[in-house]
């Protein structure tokens, strides 16, 4: 089974307008990280934001935030005020941690590619 | 500080051909992975080690691949011999340690073409 989904290959949103990339996740752990990672056509990939299996609150970071729903296992990203420069590839990606000792790979969906309109 | 940094950036060699791909992890960071990135297949962690050791190679698609990491500033990826099907993005990435909210820090990558 697949750890981390991103059931939209391709998204559209106009400029100055929100946009919401869904990621879903699989893991029985209680203890693991989910992250958020941009990739621009030039091909780096660039950290954007962070969240806790158990932190409270919803990550905040600049124009991102991620609406982390813990019942549900999604994690999806929220970017405000959307810029032409948001234009990429966006990956969801997990890391678990194990009671048996040692810390998980880090594991990434498909991703979503978001097209931002002038 | 200088971020993770890989060489070469592009590389385009003949099937058959050795293929070595560099890395240079941040210093200090403890963990450095290797991913390989293709249209097909998404980002596949390939093999990651930890103080210099490799932890987990199942990645690792099959004998014509090959890592080692010498000392805490240097890694290496080599391809032999290389094949057509092994054209992909190839990342290197380092982190600091291996708990659930360390992230990944990345380099620029290595475009390889196998012809």
């Known amino acids: 089974a697949q750890k981390i989904t991103q059931t939209q290959p391709g998204m559209f949103v106009q400029e100055k307008e929100a946009v919401t990339l869904d990621c879903t996740y699989d893991?029985?752990?209680?203890?693991?990280?989910l992250f958020w990672y941009k990739q621009p056509s030039s091909g780096e990939m660039i950290f954007l934001i962070y969240?806790?299996?158990?932190?409270?609150q919803n990550a905040t970071e600049g124009r991102y935030s991620l609406n982390f729903q813990k019942a549900r296992k999604s994690a999806n990203l929220v970017i405000s005020a959307s810029q032409l420069g948001d234009s990429a590839m966006y990956f969801c990606?997990?890391?678990?941690?194990?009671?048996?000792?040692?810390?998980?790979?880090?594991?990434f969906g498909k991703g979503t590619k978001l097209t931002v309109n002038p | 500080d200088a971020g993770v940094i890989q060489s070469p950036r592009h590389e385009v060699t003949e099937m058959g051909q050795e293929v070595t791909l560099r890395c240079k992890p941040i210093s200090g960071h403890d963990y450095l992975f290797w991913y390989r990135q293709t249209m097909m297949r998404g980002l596949e962690l390939l093999i990651y080690f930890n103080n210099n050791v490799p932890i987990d190679d199942s990645g690792m698609p099959e004998d014509r691949f090959s890592a080692k990491m010498p000392n805490a500033s240097f890694s290496t990826l080599k391809i032999q011999p290389s094949e057509p099907r092994d054209s992909a993005v190839y990342f290197c990435?380092?982190?600091?340690?291996?708990?659930?909210?360390?992230?990944?820090?990345f380099g620029s990558g290595t475009q390889l073409s196998v012809l």
């Open positions: 893991t029985s752990d209680p203890s693991y990280g």
């Open positions: 969240q806790g299996s158990y932190d409270q």
């Open positions: 990435a380092s982190s600091l340690g291996d708990t659930t909210n360390e992230k990944l820090f």
């Open positions: 990606a997990m890391r678990e941690w194990f009671s048996q000792g040692g810390s998980e790979k880090l594991v």
